[in-house]
């Protein structure tokens, strides 16, 4: 696509510029363009969701396969049922334990709902978003929002205003800065339209949390060969420029060894570590060994390294169990 003169943005941190931000996406949303939005998962970028013009703006702008489908944004219950055929009960309790927040259901989608944002499905995922930004501007279009994350497609999601800038600066108008996401990964995606609901795409808001509120969930991707019915399902995703590992190690000597083994420099790896911390290797990062903390951290890390030049990026092995699923599977589709 053309490249666009110098991207604008807009910061939100008094309540005048937040005002002012907010009138300025929603002038460009209704005139059918995209903006890039935080999000307390990560930066969106958003469009009319009911204009199918607009809506192929963001698979334009981010180099989205058409198949790869799209989860609408909207800010009340009203909003909600007016994208879906039937708002169902187990709907109605999921919402009213989690919404806003950082998940997404799936749903027999309502007409006003265009074939380009399902990728010509029958279903559509719908968000109640958390963040203060996002939801005033909804309010303020009084449309829905499509909002796939704010970046080329297949790189790492956007977490702040300047990875978007990086990523998509000459191809969108305008970027507002809500500071750093608080989630740090994407929502968590649950079809309600087979029985037992299943969990599409894994996130912060993990499957015991879920069964807590509607019992039995499965859990798992759309068979090969059928239409998505969810973003995050493509095998490679949420990749960095640099080769991504996952290893585990006991010593310095032991990820030495394994490196050596692959034909790895370690002058050009990077380490991300939450508990095995490496002493003698020059570019090491550490998170705290905390689920949360590490989701939040994660991306800005991934791009950190890309930045600073890496050719390989290892990861130390997350551990087992419910709060370290959704980051797992990213890492694993980051390094496919």
């Given at each position: 696509?053309?490249?666009?003169?110098?991207?604008?943005?807009l910061?939100?941190?008094?309540?005048?510029?937040?005002?002012?931000?907010?009138?300025?996406?929603?002038?460009?949303?209704r005139?059918?363009?995209?903006?890039?939005?935080?999000?307390?998962?990560?930066y969106g970028?958003?469009?009319?969701?009911?204009?199918?013009?607009?809506?192929?703006?963001i698979?334009?702008?981010?180099?989205?396969?058409?198949?790869?489908?799209l989860?609408?944004?909207v800010?009340?219950?009203?909003?909600?049922?007016?994208?879906?055929?039937?708002?169902?009960?187990?709907?109605?309790?999921?919402?009213?334990?989690?919404?806003p927040?950082?998940?997404?259901?799936?749903?027999?989608?309502?007409?006003?709902?265009?074939?380009?944002?399902?990728?010509?499905?029958?279903?559509?995922?719908?968000?109640?978003?958390?963040?203060?930004?996002?939801?005033?501007?909804?309010?303020?279009?009084?449309?829905?929002?499509?909002?796939?994350?704010?970046?080329?497609?297949?790189e790492?999601?956007?977490?702040?205003?300047d990875?978007?800038?990086?990523?998509?600066?000459?191809?969108?108008?305008?970027?507002?800065?809500?500071?750093?996401?608080?989630?740090?990964?994407?929502s968590?995606?649950?079809?309600?339209?087979?029985?037992?609901?299943?969990?599409?795409?894994?996130?912060?808001?993990?499957?015991?949390?879920?069964?807590?509120?509607?019992?039995?969930?499965?859990?798992?991707?759309?068979?090969?060969?059928?239409l998505?019915k969810?973003?995050?399902?493509?095998?490679?995703?949420?990749s960095?420029?640099?080769?991504?590992?996952?290893?585990?190690?006991?010593?310095?000597?032991?990820?030495?060894?394994?490196?050596?083994?692959?034909?790895?420099t370690?002058?050009?790896?990077?380490?991300?570590?939450?508990?095995?911390?490496?002493?003698?290797?020059?570019?090491?990062?550490?998170?705290?060994?905390?689920?949360?903390a590490?989701?939040?951290?994660?991306?800005?890390?991934?791009?950190?390294?890309?930045?600073?030049?890496?050719?390989?990026?290892?990861?130390?092995?997350?551990?087992?169990?419910?709060?370290?699923?959704?980051?797992?599977?990213?890492?694993?589709?980051?390094?496919?």
């Open positions: 696509m053309a490249a666009r003169s110098r991207v604008e943005v910061s939100t941190h008094t309540p005048d510029l937040f005002g002012k931000a907010v009138a300025r996406a929603a002038e460009l949303l005139a059918g363009e995209v903006v890039a939005v935080p999000t307390e998962t990560v970028l958003a469009a009319n969701a009911l204009d199918p013009a607009a809506v192929a703006r698979y334009e702008a981010k180099g989205r396969p058409a198949h790869n489908p989860i609408v944004h800010a009340d219950l009203t909003m909600a049922r007016r994208c879906v055929k039937q708002f169902s009960d187990t709907a109605t309790r999921l919402a009213k334990a989690f919404w927040g950082p998940l997404s259901l799936v749903l027999n989608r309502s007409d006003i709902i265009p074939d380009l944002v399902t990728a010509g499905g029958g279903t559509v995922g719908i968000r109640w978003p958390s963040h203060p930004f996002i939801q005033q501007l909804i309010r303020a279009c009084d449309f829905p929002l499509a909002a796939p994350s704010a970046n080329r497609s297949n790492v999601s956007p977490t702040n205003a990875h978007v800038r990086k990523s998509l600066g000459d191809r969108i108008p305008l970027i507002i800065d809500g500071g750093q996401s608080q989630v740090g990964i994407e968590t995606v649950l079809d309600l339209t087979v029985n037992p609901p299943r969990i599409l795409r894994p996130g912060m808001i993990h499957q015991e949390s879920l069964e807590s509120v509607i019992g039995e969930t499965g859990s798992g991707g759309d068979a090969a060969g059928t998505l969810s973003p995050g399902q493509l095998q490679k995703h949420y960095p420029k640099a080769r991504l590992r996952i290893l585990s190690w006991k010593d310095d000597a032991d990820l030495r060894s394994q490196l050596t083994k692959e034909g790895c370690v002058a050009n790896t990077h380490v991300i570590a939450h508990t095995n911390i490496p002493a003698s290797f020059e570019h090491v990062s550490v998170i705290p060994h905390d689920s949360e590490f989701a939040r951290a994660l991306y800005a890390e991934l791009h950190r390294c890309d930045e600073t030049g890496a050719e390989l990026i290892v990861v130390e092995a997350v551990p087992h169990g419910p709060e370290w699923q959704a980051i797992a599977d990213r890492l694993q589709r980051a390094s496919s």
